[in-house]
């Protein structure tokens, strides 16, 4: 939003009201996943009984809840049946393949909510109200349901990265996924280029999942484990290409520099690191949901943010890197950026 | 929204992540608003280290909430300056009189944010998760909080309705204003004709909130009170006008129509009964604020709803009254229904 607009815009109460009951939607939509009501939605035919009947739910509570979701753009209702859109159809119907309601769990977890019941003395001190560093704090079980469950998530940027780091390459390479999570970055990549040898790193309990997740997609064979902290373990290598994705966000510069310095002594000569994360622009409030993203870290973690490509450059090139470039992703608020060793 | 819009466009995952993370939203401006961030960023010059001086706290956890709240427009910034916008200069500045700031308190009263935190259960059974009927529990102190905090939402609507209501009309009248709360509805009658004598009735330390009101607003003479429960309290009478404002919704028509049949029988002939409340459109899903309210009801109290002005009339006519007509307020999400007795 440029500061031209907003000052434009005459004085208007309703954004406060809104951001004031704003907590209601986030309500609202996990207790209609919770509750099956997408799935009763789609069976048909949609009205407020029936679908009351599928769900265990009383009628009364059904209509407001599904008269709730049409107000928000969610589902849609003619006369008194309630259908759904192409987004409640496609990212909220479980027999979607595109389904994104597991993610309501992980955002949903008291470990992520909890610190927002807390924020203004969260805003006091700077960080997190959760115990260490937050969700960073090692092996924090909250990893293995993030890994379980915003796979979906992660599935709209991992075929278009790895898209752009293989443009123009072919062949044998080795590729480090340091905290791989649900592993689907290197499956992507290994399903891309059925050359590439993939270690995946992260606490052992994650690794689980990505191991389902790479014999789902028939790549078992081509992705090695390495349990471990990414600050910890010995990498091995080296590596024609190491990809860092969702994790920077999570630390202060210096902490971000250690880890490249790192990563860059694991590079092979030529080899490119690829740090996939929320970039916003040099205003830090633009675009809105990559620069939002910090609220989450500052909530969540000791002293975490989101970086502007100039932050992230100047990152890399302390760490030793020889140049970094950014690569906008079309299907995700995401920004890839190439880090040259 | 209409159905035709939202089946028209294509499936965007966007309004779901932003469904699931709207409780930050809430979060943010709460924190705000007790962190005293509108008054720094009106005393200037704003950036985040003189405006974490004003507030306490630190600079990296102000920069990223001032950019949060930029990002939802409520602030503007400039370089690394956050400035007020029109809106939150008009109603979150603690020295305008427009101020609404405190309405936080009420709308993050834990009362009210509680069954949030279990509205798939709520949706099950119906009905709120607060014990008997929630916040309509005989002196639930919610309702001084109410009072004390909410009246400058009320003050949009309260002018507005009185100029309604006595269009047309002057010389002496007696007016009975139901579950008065702060009082700014009868406040108002007085204000705009002297001569009419106001009832206020409320649980008595509510109504210690409307004398003090009163009082600022120099019509303390005009307005006698009547402590009680709006279902048990003798109204006296007979009066002119009833005045019923964010009353109803909290019950079922049947309730309801009990009630308007009480204000009936106290009205002299040709005495009005005005109901001030969120009134949707038969769609129940437009226009969104008031068809939104229809999930504070349902979670916070056993059986209330938002009625439509045909429900409205059905009431009112069952409970004798000879007809009904719908007056919308410019200046507020709020409708004005006339019965006429």
Request: include cysteine; aromatic fraction near 6%; charge should be negative.
């Amino acid at each position: 939003m440029s500061t031209e607009t907003t000052a434009a815009t005459p004085p208007n109460p309703a954004p406060i009201f809104d951001m004031l009951q704003a907590h209601q939607r986030t309500a609202a939509l996990r207790a209609a996943i919770d509750l099956g009501v997408f799935e009763a939605v789609g069976n048909g035919p949609g009205d407020a009984a029936s679908i009351g009947r599928h769900c265990a739910a009383s009628e009364r509570g059904i209509a407001i809840l599904c008269d709730f979701l049409t107000i928000n753009g969610i589902l849609a209702k003619t006369d008194e049946r309630y259908t759904h859109t192409p987004t409640s159809a496609m990212f909220l119907d479980p027999r979607s393949p595109a389904c994104l309601a597991s993610m309501a769990q992980f955002l949903g977890n008291e470990a992520i909510l909890e610190p927002f019941r807390h924020l203004a003395e969260i805003v006091r001190s700077g960080h997190t109200s959760l115990p260490g560093d937050g969700t960073v704090e090692p092996e924090n079980p909250v990893w293995v349901q993030f890994a379980e469950t915003m796979a979906p998530m992660a599935a709209t940027a991992a075929g278009p990265m790895a898209r752009v780091l293989l443009e123009g390459r072919t062949g044998p390479m080795r590729v480090l996924d340091i905290a791989a999570g649900h592993g689907l970055f290197g499956i992507a990549f290994a399903q891309q280029n059925p050359e590439a040898k993939i270690t995946a790193l992260d606490w052992a309990p994650v690794l689980e999942v990505a191991k389902r997740n790479a014999k789902k997609a028939g790549v078992e064979g081509h992705i090695a484990m390495l349990p471990g902290s990414a600050f910890e373990v010995e990498y091995g290598g080296p590596y024609d290409m190491v990809l860092l994705t969702n994790f920077l966000h999570h630390f202060d510069p210096p902490t971000s520099v250690g880890l490249l310095k790192k990563v860059h002594g694991a590079l092979a000569p030529g080899g490119r690191v690829a740090v996939l994360d929320f970039v916003p622009n040099d205003d830090r409030v633009s675009p809105p949901v990559a620069a939002a993203f910090a609220m989450t870290m500052l909530a969540t973690t000791a002293s975490g943010n989101v970086y502007t490509l100039s932050e992230y450059t100047a990152m890399l090139k302390e760490a030793g890197f020889a140049g970094a470039t950014g690569h906008a992703l079309l299907t995700s608020p995401q920004t890839v950026v190439i880090g040259q060793a």
